[in-house]
Nanobody, 124 residues
Framework: QVQLVESGGGLVQAGGSLRLSCGAA????????TCWFRQAPGKEREFVAA????????YYADSVKGRFAISRDNAKNTVYLQMNNLKPEDTAVYYC?????????????????WGQGTQVTVSS
């Protein structure tokens, strides 16, 4: 059974940093494209960042370019989202999602496996 588990969320002041982690059981990230999505209260889920299964390509939403970085450690079977210069509008529940041999799609329906999410709150 596949399980994705996000961690690293919390409360941070604007301008601060957090690093989210997505660990997996029953799934190997080195053959899965992985994406971070987020959903704020009352808003639709939105794409944040993605990394292709090969690890060669990364993609970012315009709103986080230059501030967030997605990476993967195959030895630890973990995907990370480093978030710097956080803004109050980054407040949301962040989810990781994975798709076998995925190329880093920003569309949620492309992903078969999802985590439960981790809350990120940025205070002004």
């Amino acid at each position: 059974q596949v399980q994705l588990v996000e961690s690293g969320g919390g409360l941070v002041q604007a301008g601060g940093s957090l690093r989210l982690s997505c660990g997996a059981a029953g799934l190997t990230f080195s053959v899965h494209g992985t994406c971070w999505f987020r959903q704020a209260p009352g808003k639709e889920r939105e794409f944040v960042a993605a990394i292709s299964w090969s690890g060669d390509s990364t993609y970012y939403a315009d709103s986080v370019k230059g501030r967030f970085a997605i990476s993967r450690d195959n030895a630890k079977n973990t995907v990370y989202l480093q978030m710097n210069n956080l803004k109050p509008e980054d407040t949301a529940v962040y989810y990781c999602a994975a798709d076998l041999l995925g190329h880093g799609s920003g569309t949620g329906t492309a992903y078969h496996y999802w985590g439960q999410g981790t809350q990120v709150t940025v205070s002004s």
